[in-house]
């Protein structure tokens, strides 16, 4: 691949690379959508009103691939082009800072959660 080819597969997004991969190239809104930062994957998800949200789901490519396999071993991860890319790289864009802000914050509260979860099965 060309070094234009790879400016073209990565954004900045506030100083950090982005990727976008997706399980369907051809007809991305038919597959899942995962975008890779230094913070990790998350995978795009949108609701039944539209709403869209990025939730943390690997912390490297070859755990993602895992997590894909698992699910549906004939799935393969391919880079997502154009128009499609531009709207989910400006979706996470615009939510970013809230990743960034909570990255600590919600790994404390996870610990917090499953610790209070096991004291309540103790019981």
Same mark, same amino acid.
């Given at each position: 691949?060309?070094?234009?080819?790879?400016?073209?597969?990565?954004?900045? %997004?506030?100083?950090?690379?982005?990727?976008?991969?997706?399980?369907?190239?051809?007809?991305?809104?038919?597959?899942?959508?995962?975008?890779?930062?230094?913070?990790?994957?998350?995978?795009?998800?949108?609701?039944? %009103?539209?709403?869209?949200?990025?939730?943390?789901?690997?912390?490297?490519?070859?755990?993602?691939?895992?997590?894909?396999?698992? /699910?549906?071993?004939?799935?393969?991860?391919?880079?997502?082009?154009?128009?499609?890319?531009?709207?989910?790289?400006?979706?996470?864009?615009?939510? %970013?800072?809230?990743?960034?802000? %909570?990255?600590?914050?919600?790994?404390?509260?996870?610990? /917090?959660?499953?610790?209070?979860?096991?004291?309540?099965?103790?019981?």
């Amino acid at each position: 691949m060309s070094n234009n080819d790879q400016n073209s597969e990565r954004e900045e %997004s506030r100083g950090a690379k982005i990727q976008i991969l997706g399980t369907d190239p051809d007809n991305p809104e038919q597959g899942r959508i995962f975008v890779w930062t230094k913070m990790g994957w998350f995978e795009r998800l949108e609701g039944p %009103s539209g709403d869209v949200a990025f939730t943390p789901i690997a912390d490297s490519e070859e755990e993602l691939r895992e997590v894909i396999s698992r /699910d549906n071993p004939n799935a393969d991860l391919d880079d997502i082009r154009g128009e499609y890319r531009k709207k989910v790289s400006e979706e996470f864009i615009e939510q %970013s800072p809230s990743y960034a802000d %909570s990255a600590e914050d919600s790994s404390e509260e996870a610990d /917090d959660d499953e610790e209070q979860a096991y004291e309540e099965h103790d019981l």
